[in-house]
T-cell receptor
Framework: GEEVAQTPKHLVRGEGQKAKLYCAPI?????VFWYQQVLKNEFKFLIS????????ETGMPKERFSAKCLPNSPCSLEIQATKLEDSAVYFC???????????FGDGTRLSIL | SQQGEEDPQALSIQEGENATMNCSYK?????LQWYRQNSGRGLVHLIL?????REKHSGRLRVTLDTSKKSSSLLITASRAADTASYFC??????????FGSGTRLLVRP
């Protein structure tokens, strides 16, 4: 498609539960990025992929966060044993080439109760 | 981590006025990008300026870049109520992830 599609729009989980977010990048885009936005301002990078390979995972809290981008499937970001501090909006973005503008989805708002 | 600061943090202007927001960054860059975020939506790319460019225009947008001061500015001329949004500058680092500024919230009053 021509837009980055993220599902679900909203996700509510109790503390300690698992959360899984999905992202369909724009067709033909080789790079996928996940960012976390807290307090409507700060964007924190989590992980990026070049096709199905992890490109940069320096932002991932590795104990509980994992992500995949498999061929012919939406990319996913999974959080195990969620904590209150995981409440945020998670954005997925894709780009065709390195360093070029990224196209963002509308995000998944994750609320941990 | 944040690339740098944007100022002002918030800006309220009347429709028709110009809006200027500034961004500072910390490291050397290949390019600097400006994005808009409407409430509840994702970021939309507005304009990209390369490190060897000093000024760039796109419609009502004008971006300047001063690499010696590590700063950039975004000017929106003849603002409209629809320009109400948050604006972020961002630079790609060596692994192409975007490092964002802290953002400016713009309110354009009809």
């Amino acid at each position: 498609g021509e837009e980055v599609a993220q599902t679900p729009k909203h996700l509510v989980r109790g503390e300690g539960q698992k959360a899984k977010l999905y992202c369909a990048p724009i067709k033909g885009h080789s790079y996928v990025f996940w960012y976390q936005q807290v307090l409507k301002n700060e964007f924190k990078f989590l992980i990026s992929f070049q096709n199905e390979n992890v490109f940069d995972e320096t932002g991932m809290p590795k104990e509980r966060f994992s992500a995949k981008c498999l061929p012919n499937s939406p990319c996913s970001l999974e959080i195990q044993a969620t904590k209150l501090e995981d409440s945020a909006v998670y954005f997925c973005a894709s780009s065709q080439l390195q360093g070029q503008p990224q196209h963002f989805g509308d995000g998944t708002r994750l609320s941990i109760l | 981590s944040q690339q740098g600061e944007e100022d002002p943090q918030a800006l309220s202007i009347q429709e028709g006025e110009n809006a200027t927001m500034n961004c500072s960054y910390k490291t050397s860059i290949n390019n600097l990008q400006w994005y808009r975020q409407n409430s509840g939506r994702g970021l939309v790319h507005l304009i990209l300026i390369r490190s060897n460019e000093r000024e760039k225009h796109s419609g009502r947008l004008r971006v300047t870049l001063d690499t010696s001061k590590k700063s950039s500015s975004l000017l929106i001329t003849a603002s409209r109520a629809a320009d109400t949004a948050s604006y972020f500058c961002a630079t790609p680092d060596s692994s192409y992830k975007l490092i964002f500024g802290s953002g400016t919230r713009l309110l354009v009053r009809p």
